[in-house]
């Protein structure tokens, strides 16, 4: 009688392992062919763009304004402290 139930339990261990190698192997295929980055769409719009001579179409990036901009923090604040103490406010010079 615990003969029968162990190989019932075992075919069925045996089904779902198989099943899940099989789901595992397509996902894998799947993994390892992804979407075009670039879509239909990008390939149409750019054919638009050779067809269409009056569009200003450079593809060129150009630098950034040479205007000198601040920095958004005060690097002196991420300087390393010379020695393990509490820090001392300006307000208590």
Aim: charged content about 15%; glycine content about 4%; cysteine-free.
């Amino acid at each position: 009688m615990g003969k029968v139930k162990i190989s019932e339990w075992l075919w069925r261990f045996l089904a779902t392992m198989m099943l899940f190698s099989v789901a595992w192997s397509m996902w894998i295929f799947y993994q390892l062919n992804p979407r075009p980055l670039v879509m239909n769409a990008a390939f149409e719009a750019a054919a638009k763009a050779k067809v269409n001579v009056g569009q200003s179409v450079h593809g060129v990036i150009l630098p950034p304004p040479a205007a000198a901009k601040a920095p958004p923090i005060n690097p002196d604040k991420l300087k390393f402290s010379e020695s393990l103490g509490t820090p001392v406010s300006a307000a208590t010079k």
